[in-house]
């Protein structure tokens, strides 16, 4: 299964980008989507989250300032990030789980950078 996540990049502090991630192989209406992201040396943390009826999870650090979206004609998901802070910077990647099924699949990856 192939997610494509697209819309990094680099902002300046206080800005905002709005990630995708599509796949033309696996319904994100099913299942757990969501976006994780990961800095060089530390562990992969769990940015946004959303399960098949639509409830929401984020991590305290983005909370009021990340909005995570899907939208099922398009089969896809987005992260509007508002307010971006330099330590927001990382690689973001998205991820849909679909546990009965066993799967558990992963985006590339794409890299935000927030300039101070």
């Known amino acids: 299964v192939q997610l494509v996540e697209s819309g990094g990049g680099s902002v300046q502090t206080g800005g905002s980008l709005n990630l995708s991630c599509t796949s033309s192989?696996?319904?994100?209406?099913?299942?757990?989507v969501g976006w994780y992201r990961q800095v060089p040396g530390n562990q992969r943390e769990m940015v946004a989250r959303?399960?098949?009826?639509?409830?929401?999870a984020y991590a305290d650090s983005v909370k009021g300032r990340f909005t995570l979206s899907r939208v099922a004609s398009k089969n896809a998901i987005y992260l509007q990030m508002d307010d971006l802070k330099p330590e927001d910077t990382a690689v973001y990647i998205c991820?849909?789980?679909?546990?009965?099924?066993?799967?558990?699949?992963w985006g590339q990856g794409i890299q935000v950078t927030v300039s101070s």
């Open positions: 192989e696996s319904a994100f209406s099913i299942g757990t």
């Open positions: 991820n849909h789980e679909i546990k009965w099924v066993g799967q558990n699949a």
């Open positions: 959303m399960d098949g009826p639509g409830n929401t």
